[in-house]
């Protein structure tokens, strides 16, 4: 048994709660369970998670928007 995500309602989750979950998905991938991620749409915290998947699958009418991290220095 592996494990299913439905990216598409993940909204409002930091950085670090994402840093968190990839984690886990992470171990649960090196222990040999398969971990799938599906999304209408991927943006960048969607698709962060989803690279710790095994196999990443977007809707076929949806979208990638990935415009790219900065860093400023304050």
Do not use: M
Not at 19 to 38: D, I, M, S, T
Not at 55 to 69: K, S
Request: glycine letters at 8%; hydrophobic letters at 45%.
């Amino acid at each position: 048994a592996g494990v299913a995500l439905d990216l598409s309602k993940l909204d409002g989750a930091s950085y670090a709660q994402i840093g968190e979950l990839r984690a886990l998905l992470k171990r649960l991938r090196e222990r040999g369970k398969p971990v799938w991620a599906f999304a209408e749409r991927f943006d960048q915290k969607r698709y962060l998670l989803a690279s710790a998947a095994s196999e990443i699958t977007l809707d076929p009418a949806g979208h990638l928007l990935l415009t790219g991290l900065a860093l400023e220095p304050i």
